[in-house]
């Protein structure tokens, strides 16, 4: 039997604020309700809270662009941002990682809010989000707030969001078109499995072969995301030889005992990084 | 929990009835409706028994509130024998073999309803994907992908 002390639903975003400011004790936001389920199953720990349902909040649904974003809505689903035409044209690299997400019962209800408020550090959108440079929107006190991603996931399952704020939409810069991008999941299994680890990379190169843009970040290891500007750096205005891709590749899996410490799957997950590392970018600049 | 008031369409049918919000789906669906075709294996979302159709896309009811339910239009495996390609899903399952010991097949025929409804021209690699999401210890797979392939092919040919 799950315990939660009461269940609100709420269907737009006025119910939202009256239903936070009203609600007495502690609110545990449903969106999706993947994650949250899961948790009230394994022990009480949302005994004395409300269970507030914000799924059915249309607005927090849709899939917008503006002049130089795409606007996620934090109710989208991740099967919603998968097929969609706008995230496939702007953010590919974003609907790969949300079809990588558990399997498609729970694509057609886990969100991308919910994703980002549970705060795994295996979850699977999270490298993408880094590398696409996405901006968090979080209503918080009746205002919007535009807020960096690790500014939100303070480390694993730990967010800077009260009980009460919601993340009402991711931004992301539309990527132009020329953009070659690449979503790497290691899991033990397909479908179903948390990612042991997840790379996300966005490679640009003018018509030369000079490296215009660069971005790469492994996912599923550091206790919150990670963007590297100084392995970025390394490419950007080159035109990459085998030897500036090995040292990529060595820099970025350094990374994982520099951030995560040596831990038991260090040993596993630094050469397998560095390998996939060089894979990809040789497959990305397309010398082999 | 106090109950609350919950009207839902499951299987074509309007319902109005007084559950706890706070209970999951799956339980008012087995206990408060009766409805047991509906099975419950991990109870986390990772085995796909307790699928169900949910505003037309398969979900896992272990991981939906019973007051998610509200307004909702459900359709369980109890409908299957009642709809075309419900019914077309059970005799090819039954064809090809594809049942063993029938815990997992509620959660693949409707998987099977839901991706055949929406486009009939399936790979078997897109039907491989759309029962990712569903565990079978008997069959080893091969004849349940056959029967959804059987299925799909019948539904062109017709």
Redesign the interface.
Known sequence: ???????V?VESEAAFKEAIASIEGPVVL?A???DV??QA?EDDRFRDHT?L?I?GVQAWHAIVETEKDLVIGGMATH?MIADSPLVNRYAPILAEASLSV?????R??STIGGNIANASPAADTLASLVVLDAKVVVLKDGKEHVLPLDEVITGPYKTSLSDRDVIVSVRVPKLSEDVRHNYTKIGRR???SISRMTIATLLQLDGDGVVTKFDMTVGATFPKPAAFPDISAMLVGKKPSSDDIRAVARALSDKIPEIAGIRASTRYKQPVCRRLAERILHELIGDE | MRKIPLSFTLNGKSYEIEADPGARMIDVIRNDLELTGTKEGCGVGECGACTVIFNGDPVASCLLLAGQMQGADILTIEAMSELDLGHLLQDKFLEEDAVQCGFCTPGFVLVAYALLQKNPNVTREEIREAIAGNICRCTGYIPIVNAIEKTAEHLRDA
């Open positions: 039997m799950l315990k939660f002390r009461n269940y639903r449903l999706g309700g993947s389920l899961v199953r269970a349902d799924f099967a558990g399997s498609p019962q729970i057609n209800h397909r479908a179903l």
